[in-house]
């Protein structure tokens, strides 16, 4: 078992930034990919980004690229999102997920997830 836990979200301006952290237990962390999805209300989960076991490969969302950086510290257990020039159509319940081994960027091919941190961008 993986247990997850996510620490960051807040309430921001537009244009602000903010850094989600997930912080990993349970198992060796650098035996997992990691991602993060969001969930907006009355819309489906959905991708925002992955990053492989060492760091060294990350995908986005083409809604976030060039925004947002997905990096890890597996010496902490731990991998974050920094998310700048935020804006209202970010907002949404954040979650960071594992997957054993290798990236994805569907919510099905992870086992294991947070429990969310709500990041809300103000106009």
């Known amino acids: 078992q993986v247990q997850l836990v996510e620490s960051g979200g807040g309430l921001v301006q537009a244009g602000g930034s903010l850094r989600l952290s997930c912080t990993a237990s349970?198992?060796?962390?650098?035996?997992?990919?990691m991602g993060w999805f969001r969930q907006a209300p009355g819309k489906e989960r959905e991708f925002v980004a992955t990053i492989n076991r060492f760091g060294g490969g990350t995908e986005y969302a083409d809604s976030v690229k060039g925004r947002f950086t997905i990096s890890r510290d597996n010496a902490k257990n731990t991998v974050y999102l920094q998310m700048n020039s935020l804006k209202p159509e970010d907002t949404a319940v954040y979650y960071c997920a594992a997957r054993q081994w290798v990236t994805g960027t569907k919510g099905s091919q992870y086992g294991y997830w947070g429990q969310g941190t709500q990041v809300t961008v103000s106009s």
């Open positions: 349970g198992r060796t962390f650098s035996n997992f990919a």
